[in-house]
DNA sequence: GAGTGGTCTAGACCACGTA
DNA sequence: ACGTGGTCTAGACCACTCG
């Protein structure tokens, strides 16, 4: 029974006996270890594979994958904070850290995908712009950022250049008139797209949170929406919060 | 080629040509449409299955999977917001809805998990209560929530009964001079190991989200941790802001 | 060249719902 | 009774990397 033999394995990663890193035993040695064939065992494996636990590496084995807090890295995003002027709250984050963070920018007119049509309150055809990132640190993929804007917002403003905004571009709309004020997160969990998997350079059994930011006015107009995604095994989301009920919907 | 089988279905999951809850053909109908052994087959719908685009039903066949937003949820965990006395959070929020909100709740002595041993700054053998609940909605589940106290905070409270604490376990905290004014909440993406997929009865391709929630006092030491695990199916995490700075960690 | 995983074939038997 | 997916076998060839 495959299911034994990916439990057996799967103990042995929990308990220690195989640490990060260590090489599982062979397909071949597990056949005759387990006297099974050699698809039964492959079996096993591919679900350890899923469940993220292992990685198979082209023609050296499978090696236990590096544990979650890989990156452990707190994220600032949720945590409100003062406005970091002048450059980009990601660089200045990780730069003071020792870490090598670098992004590619990407600047398009589209036809917006229909979970960000939506939230802007865009009809059926009208564009937005989007400002695609590439976020990565010490040379490793991090994460995606995609902000969308509205095009009739921010035509011919900087935001339609592909290089950073010093100034931010909640200035840059601010000075069209539509300074946010507010807004809104969603927090999706999902497996990846194959899409995803190529821009972040995903392993499997690796999921994804997806973030999704809509930036309101005041009036509760929607101005951008930013769609993060976050790799499940190189992310912890941290925030702090000040107050009496720590432990959420959770009374008793 | 497997992959071209599996990127055929997929584009037609998310083209609409097969909507949500359609059946796909049998394994055998696709063997001989593309003249492959049915190995090779089965090796493209298991991916679509662990990208959960997929389900299979026992001896019905392959159907498309329920989309995202299945229960688009709005959270108000991660709200500050007002105590909601008299009753837990989770059920108030869902009976109000026409949901059947019904959780299970099961109180024990145990020695804390690692992680939650590390966040309650607790030595090597010292002990916890655990205040394990499975929550469901429409009898389905819907989450975990334990809630881990050290043994030596809690011991002859109400706390240690398995029931509701109408109060709130904070009162009861508070009442042992241990009230909890601050949190620090981190949130972790992962595919479930099968205990939980177990008890949250998850299908395959359905990564997970770990709430993680540590309560401290005003001099900061932890009076509880609470690890949720919120199913990536059932759950979207949504909160909203006040403030300048809508794109998280986004300025351009 | 040897060993690895990646892919594929052509069978087989089973449990299980549905008709 | 039949068709479904779930499991398993016993082979095969390949591309790749390493020593």
Redesign the interface.
Known sequence: MWSQIA?DL?AKITDGTLPTDARLPSEAELTTQYGVAR?TVRQAL?ALV???LIVPKAPRGYFVRHR?PLFYRP????R??P??PE????MA?HSAEGREPRQS?DVSIVAPPPEVRQRLKLKEGELAVV?RRVRYLDGEPYNT?D?YFPLSLVQDTEIMRP???AR???EVLAEQGQE???????????????DEVRRLDLG??T???C?I????TADGSPV?V?V?V?P??R??????????????????
Chains 1, 2 share one sequence.
């Open positions: 439990e799967r698809a591919t899923n469940e993220g979650q994220q600032t995003e949720f409100p904070q406005k970091t450059m980009d709250r990601f984050d920018i400002r950022n902000s290089v950073d905004i931010g571009a909640n946010q004020v507010r807004a809104l997160d969603e927090i999706y969990v999902r497996m990846p797209t194959p499997p059994g999921p994804i949170a973030h930011c809509t930036g309101l951008r930013v993060n976050l499940g095994d992310h912890v989301i941290v925030f702090e919060r000040e107050g009496m009920d720590p432990a959420s919907n959770d009374k008793a």
